[in-house]
């Protein structure tokens, strides 16, 4: 705990990327642990890919929405990590959070710069006229599809396409985060199993970095452990009560 507290305290600007793991104390199941999304099921991988919606577009809808329990997703809270880096923040440091989670848990604990590399699920826009519609919209509807009125007075109808990255789309705010990383003096991973890229990429990038100090805080060990300063193998919503009780 003095290690982890002494390395953050140097730190200006620090980069932080999270994962799954990040929300499991707020309710939400990571993918690859035992009872994750995926383990339970594979062929949802196969479902929630780019090539997949283009082909079944209204088969698409049902499965993302059993899979990501949308319509419940209002009703998850940000734990006590989410809080603690929200607070972290507010103590005067610079905090890029680049978050694999689609769930909007970063935003909802107040932190201000969050990029959410694999999208949101709040948002869908239409392939047809790329009109953006919210959430509300996405869940009044099994299949939500457009309802902009095109030129000839028809309703353009094309079903929508979730904001969130599936597999085959390409991640976002990759460049954004080789540059705050370039900029930054610590880099803090969270709950991630790092078996996805391109995050897996960012340990070993940041270990090029001069002077950059790194922090893992994950439950399981990963395949990268020994790129770290310090590795936490804890979960961060009781390690961040911790922290707190201490202060
Ligand atoms: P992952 O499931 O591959 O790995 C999660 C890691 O978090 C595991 O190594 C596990 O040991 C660790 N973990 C679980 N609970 C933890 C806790 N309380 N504290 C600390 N560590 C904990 O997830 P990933 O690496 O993020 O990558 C897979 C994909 O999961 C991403 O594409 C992401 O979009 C997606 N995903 C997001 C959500 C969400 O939005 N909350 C939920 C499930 C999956």
Known sequence: MKDYQDIVDKAKRIVVLTGAGMSTESGIPDF???GGIW????????AMSRDYFERYPRLFWP???ELFQMKMSGRFEPNEGH???AELEKEGKQVDIFTQNIDGL???AGSRHVYELHGSIQTAAC????ASYDLSHLLKHDVPQCTAVKTDSEICSTVLKTDVVLFGDIVQHFDTLYEKLSQAD????IGTSLEVAPARFVPEEASRI??????????EPTYCDDLFDLVIHRKIGEFAKELSDKK
């Open 32 to 34: 690859r642990s035992a």
């Open 39 to 46: 383990t339970e099921d594979s062929s949802r991988m196969e």
């Open 63 to 65: 499965k993302f929405k």
């Open 83 to 85: 809080v603690y880096l």
């Open 106 to 108: 970063h935003k909802k």
């Open 127 to 130: 392939p047809a006229c790329g």
């Open 186 to 189: 610590l880099l803090l991973v």
């Open 210 to 219: 001069p002077g950059m100090k790194q922090i893992l805080i994950n439950l």
